[in-house]
């Protein structure tokens, strides 16, 4: 044994090769907090299928990312729409030969904003938040468990959200919706443990990031600010570090869990 490494461990990777090769789809990846995602991603080694709905946004990125000289690819997808989910899963698979990783981020957010009393939540805005943030989760673990299984191993990250574990009022869909995900995120765990495929997620607070701005006030982001134990509005780059650790095989051995980045809000 050389260099007095012990039984088991592992050389560390080097800078920018933590992710290398790992073809990773993030869906929402376009605009917001999904596209420092990506950027995050790829500059670790990672091959990246940059999913939105908004097709130019993501091709942008992607654009950006090979600018960089990293690998990335943009496609178009609709997370409700079970023919769009598995079109995406088989660009990803035609771009770079298979499918590494799949990280959960397409949601309904910034448009149901301002906050509103539960009463008051029109029923067609209640159904379209669940089919995005909910059934498009189910959809996308879906069309990417064949190609996960067919490598024999796969990592899925879901976006959660703080707001599961504090129950902020004023968008009871949101909040559902998210403590779905972290409900699914264990179950799925359970079922796709003996395929080597482990499930976890990420529950950020809220966010200053580009479609936060213009939609919640200062105020609320120095309020969350003060009611954390780490006393700083909270950044899109605050919460990379718990993705890009979730992607790589420092996490292979954790699965079904939930992991709260918010400065401390929630005691998790």
């Known amino acids: 044994m050389s260099e007095g490494r012990r039984p088991g461990s592992r050389r560390s990777p080097s800078p920018g090769e933590r992710l290398k090769d790992?073809?990773?789809?993030?869906?929402?990846?376009?605009?917001?907090?999904?596209?420092?995602?990506?950027?995050?991603?790829?500059?670790?080694?990672?091959r990246v299928v940059i999913a939105d709905i908004a097709s130019d946004a993501a091709e942008d990125v992607a654009e950006a990312i090979r600018s960089e000289g990293g690998e990335a690819v943009g496609v178009t997808v609709d997370v409700t729409n079970p023919e769009s989910a598995e079109a995406m899963a088989a660009e990803g698979v035609e771009a770079f030969g298979g499918i590494d990783v799949l990280v959960n981020n397409a949601a309904m957010y910034s448009a149901?904003?301002?906050?509103?009393?539960?009463?008051?939540?029109?029923?067609?805005?209640?159904?379209?938040?669940?089919?995005?943030?909910?059934k498009g989760v189910f959809l996308c673990v879906k069309a990417v468990l064949p190609a996960m299984r067919e490598k024999g191993s796969g990592k899925i990250i879901n976006v959660a959200s703080a707001t599961a574990f504090s129950g902020a009022p004023g968008f009871l869909h949101y909040v559902a919706s998210k403590a779905a995900v972290v409900g699914m995120t264990r179950a799925l765990a359970?079922?796709?443990?003996?395929?080597?495929v482990t499930v976890n997620a990420v529950a950020p607070g809220l966010t200053d990031s580009d479609t936060s701005k213009g939609l919640v006030s200062d105020e609320d982001m120095q309020?969350?600010?003060?009611?954390?134990?780490?006393?700083?509005?909270?950044?899109?780059?605050?919460?990379?570090?718990?993705?890009?650790?979730?992607?790589?095989?420092?996490?292979?051995?954790?699965?079904?869990?939930?992991?709260?980045?918010?400065?401390?809000?929630?005691?998790?």
């Open 223 to 268: 309020q969350q600010a003060g009611a954390r134990a780490l006393k700083r509005v909270e950044t899109p780059e605050d919460i990379v570090g718990t993705v890009l650790f979730l992607a790589s095989s420092d996490s292979d051995f954790l699965s079904g869990q939930t992991i709260v980045v918010d400065g401390g809000g929630i005691l998790h």
């Open 112 to 134: 149901i904003l301002p906050k509103k009393h539960f009463t008051e939540i029109p029923i067609d805005e209640w159904d379209r938040l669940m089919a995005v943030n909910t």
């Open 22 to 46: 790992r073809v990773t789809i993030v869906t929402g990846g376009g605009l917001g907090i999904g596209k420092v995602y990506c950027r995050a991603l790829a500059a670790e080694g990672a």
């Open 190 to 196: 359970r079922e796709l443990g003996a395929d080597n």
